[in-house]
């Protein structure tokens, strides 16, 4: 069944189709989404999210892209969202106020998921620093390289992802790889320097 087949049938929100897209995108989607946010629940959640949002909105879906473009751009899109909005709440939640009786406490909330030194192997924190230097990037610059070193796409199809010009793409590839190289350099100095 051709793709137009499939999303004309989606509009007539026809399951087996859905299930269809689902099961041919959703490892591109999640490894989309994986590699903007570095967490594999997240990634899950968002995932799932995207797919909700193509059966809402395939109305929406004029064809002037392949339906692999248009679910590129939901998760990259759901997946800044999340970044944006996770910052605002890490934000809120790295400094809570309570009250015991009259006095008024500041209390530090402990992310037991964040490094420990004694238990993460150096494999571990290699992999932190290279995450964080991602996280570093301007977010045209993360969603650029992500896309052609996560998900293997060609500079052409990031530049339809993006809706920009190959020459663009190709821009912020190269800033990206000259950023990371700087943020690594400066990780691995400061730690085996």
């Given amino acids: 069944m051709s793709e137009k087949q ?15 897209i689902v099961d041919t ?21 968002l995932s799932q999210e995207v797919f909700i949002e193509l059966f809402r909105s395939v109305h929406k879906f004029r064809g002037d892209s392949k339906l692999s473009t248009w679910l590129y751009r939901i998760a990259i899109n759901k ?21 015991i009786g009259e006095k008024e406490e500041t209390m530090q909330i402990v992310d037991y998921s964040a490094r420990n030194p004694q238990e993460l192997s150096e494999q571990d924190d290699h992999s ?7 996280d570093n990037l301007p977010e045209n610059q993360k969603t650029a390289f992500v896309l052609k070193n996560y998900d293997d796409l060609s500079y052409k199809e990031i530049s339809e992802v993006m809706e920009l010009s ?19 350099k400066d990780y691995y100095d400061e730690n085996f320097g």
């Fill in 128 to 134: 932190k620093a290279l995450h964080q230097a991602l």
């Fill in 166 to 184: 190959v020459s663009s793409i190709e821009s912020l590839i190269h800033r990206a790889r000259m950023n990371l190289q700087k943020g690594l």
């Fill in 79 to 99: 997946s800044l969202n999340y970044i944006r909005d996770n910052k605002k709440h890490s934000l809120l939640k790295s400094v809570q106020r309570f009250f």
């Fill in 25 to 45: 995108y959703q490892m591109v989607v999640y490894n989309t989404c994986l590699g903007m946010l570095h967490d594999e629940a997240a990634a899950k959640d």
């Fill in 6 to 20: 499939l999303i004309e049938l989606l509009k007539d929100a026809d399951e087996s189709a859905f299930r269809q």
